[in-house]
């Protein structure tokens, strides 16, 4: 429960790269001008599971999970859970 409190602390950090924005939409398959800000907002959904695993936090929420880099708050990627 602890490293969920730490995420949502540091939740203005969260940030990616133009390929992480890029394969964000593409695994995804949203439009969405933000997709840092779509990201969050899932993260911030009250359903969310987050977890840490190794160095990486995993978000998982509807049927969308989110890979968080746990050092830098940087989005690596996000999948739709099948």
């Known amino acids: 429960m602890e490293d969920k409190k730490i995420l949502l602390d540091n939740i203005d950090k969260i940030h990616t790269t133009e390929m992480g924005i890029d394969r964000i939409k593409r695994n995804l398959k949203i439009d969405t001008a933000d997709v840092v800000e779509y990201c ?5 959904d ?8 190794g ?6 929420v509807e049927n969308t ?3 968080i ?6 989005i690596i990627t996000a999948h739709i859970v099948k």
């Open 40 to 44: 969050k907002n899932k993260v911030l």
């Open 46 to 53: 009250k359903n969310c599971n987050i977890y840490k695993q």
């Open 55 to 60: 160095k990486n936090w995993y978000c998982e």
């Open 65 to 67: 999970k989110i890979t």
């Open 69 to 74: 880099n746990s050092y830098s708050y940087t």
